[in-house]
């Protein structure tokens, strides 16, 4: 690996730059992307911070100057979905919070919101167990908490979370029957116990009990590979578990954000409660905006079961769809559900596709497969870029603008992108410890030429210059964007209830 990798607080290191050295950066004579606006003008940056914006600033020798004349200037990208070091399906997810951060860093990611599991239910221990995990940190990084059991010390738990842990979102699997998967009559609870905290409510949307009886129809007709995961959990499931989730949201009037939309079926439930005037955030991932699932059916199994993660990659079609719905803000954000496993782990399923462990990549090809995709194609703008992969997800989470812009007072997380030179994706130049790559071989136009995070750079000349420990935990406060205004709706919904009937006691 190009980085270097000491333990944390190990007083040594043969890494260039020690956690003290912190330097002036002036990137000169770029077009500076937001996603309200461009310009082109210089950015300076002092410590960790972007000091000023405008054009022509003039600094002494001390200061580092990058040239981006040509180039775009944008804020680094935020990945909404990411699981470093998941236990899950009786394995771990292969990347680690350095490892999966520093390829993230590689391809212009300098944040990302990893999901917390409960630890035997507990948020608590789960927390704990996440900040051990997450040590090592080389880029800053949130946290979203998953919910998968429902009693009184849950309930207080996440008020914990969210008044003293800096954790304003919840996770609720609707699929993972037998694991993390929970009931309606839950997840009511806890979409009342989020309105209440101004935590907003996520949801892995797939019907449960129709995956696991579609897995036991595959089994039973022989279909044991990795198409059988596809076959097992068809779009009809996430369409439905999408709707029910959203009508359940309506019903208790708090926010939802869907996470992972693969399918048209739930992107087009998603479309009509925002028609309707519902609050609902649909998040797609990169997986599903550019695969499909014909690898699924590859001969080989090794590289078919790389491609198996949930809601499964839809048949071609749903992705251009996708697509469209991303450019016209019927979705709003892309993460990538960055779940790596690599193909040890995957053949744990050779004779049952149920064993696979489910996830993709995508955390370092993220911001060059959007970019190639849907600006290069001409579906989006650059500055819509720059909302779907860093600035959205920022307000969403409420720590606008301090991540998710290029304005002076915002945290120095940029990066400096070349429109006319491109990459190629592959595992033997990726930074992912996983030995494949979901997108092996493809070209893409457009390339990260530097990263700048946390006022440090840490990728320039393809090169990774990190340090362990250096990742900041981002706490995210309760009471979003979604939330304002809601008290008010609510009112006038109370109001709007007419009132009850006075009925006397009959004596007949
Ligand atoms: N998506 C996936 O296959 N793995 C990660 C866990 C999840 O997000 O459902
Ligand atoms: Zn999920
Ligand atoms: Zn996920």
């Not at 116990?193 to 696991?212: I, P, Q, R, T, W």
């Amino acid at each position: 690996n190009q980085f270097c990798d000491v333990g944390i607080g190990d007083g040594h290191s043969t890494c260039r730059f020690s956690t003290k050295s912190l330097s002036k950066i002036l990137i000169k004579g770029g077009t500076v992307v937001n996603a309200h606006h461009e310009e082109v003008a210089d950015v300076y940056v002092e410590d960790d911070i972007i000091v000023a914006v405008k054009p022509h600033i003039n600094v002494g020798d001390d200061v580092t100057v990058i040239d981006a004349a040509g180039k775009f200037v944008m804020p680094g990208g935020i990945d909404p979905h990411v699981h470093l070091a998941m236990d899950f399906m009786g394995t771990q997810s292969i990347d680690d919070f350095f490892s999966g951060q520093a390829a993230a860093l590689a391809g212009g990611t300098t944040m990302h919101i990893d999901f917390v599991l409960p630890v035997d239910g507990s948020l608590m221990a789960g927390f704990e167990s996440y900040e051990k995990k997450s040590r090592n940190s080389c880029m800053d990084y949130g946290f979203h908490m998953a919910v998968t059991k429902w009693d009184e010390t849950v309930s207080k738990e996440m008020e914990i979370m969210v008044q003293e842990k800096g954790i304003n979102s919840f996770k609720f699997f609707l699929a993972y029957k037998g694991s993390f998967m929970i009931s309606d009559e839950l997840l009511l609870q806890a979409f009342k116990k989020c309105k209440s905290l101004g935590a907003l409510a996520m949801v892995h949307a797939e019907n449960g009990d129709a995956v696991y009886e579609g897995q036991k129809r595959m089994i039973e007709l022989g279909i044991t590979g990795p198409e059988g995961h596809a076959l097992s959990r068809p779009p009809v499931l996430e369409g439905e578990a999408t709707a029910r989730a959203i009508r359940l949201a309506e019903f208790v009037n708090t926010p939802l954000y869907v996470v992972h939309v693969m399918s048209i079926d739930a992107m087009e439930e998603v479309a009509k409660a925002r028609k309707s005037g519902l609050r609902v955030i649909g998040e797609t991932v990169v997986s599903a905006l550019v695969l499909d699932d014909s690898w699924l059916w590859h001969p080989d199994f090794s590289i078919a079961a790389k491609y198996v993660m949930s809601p499964p990659i839809r048949a071609s079609g749903h992705n251009k769809a996708l697509q469209a719905a991303l450019s016209m803000g019927v979705l709003q954000l892309v993460g990538t559900d960055h779940c790596t496993f690599n193909s040890t782990q995957k053949a744990f399923g050779i004779d049952d596709f149920r064993k696979i462990p489910n996830g993709v990549n995508g955390i370092e090809e993220r911001m060059h497969i959007v970019w190639d995709t849907m600006v290069e194609s001409g579906q989006i703008s650059v500055t819509d870029y720059v909302r779907v992969t860093s600035t959205e997800c920022a307000r969403i989470f409420n720590i606008y603008p301090r991540k998710g812009a290029i304005l002076a007072g915002s945290d120095a997380d940029i990066i400096v992108f070349n429109p006319n030179s491109s990459v190629e994706i592959s595992a033997k130049s990726h930074h992912s410890k996983s030995d494949t790559n979901v997108y092996e071989g493809r070209r893409v136009k457009g390339k990260v030429e530097v990263t700048i995070a946390g006022g440090r750079i840490v990728w320039q000349n393809d090169e990774l210059k990190v340090v362990p420990g250096s990742g900041k935990y981002i706490e995210m406060p309760p009471f979003g964007y979604l939330f304002k205004g809601m008290d008010k709706a609510e009112a006038s919904y109370l109001s709007s209830l007419r009132a009850p009937v006075k009925r006397s006691k009959s004596t007949t």
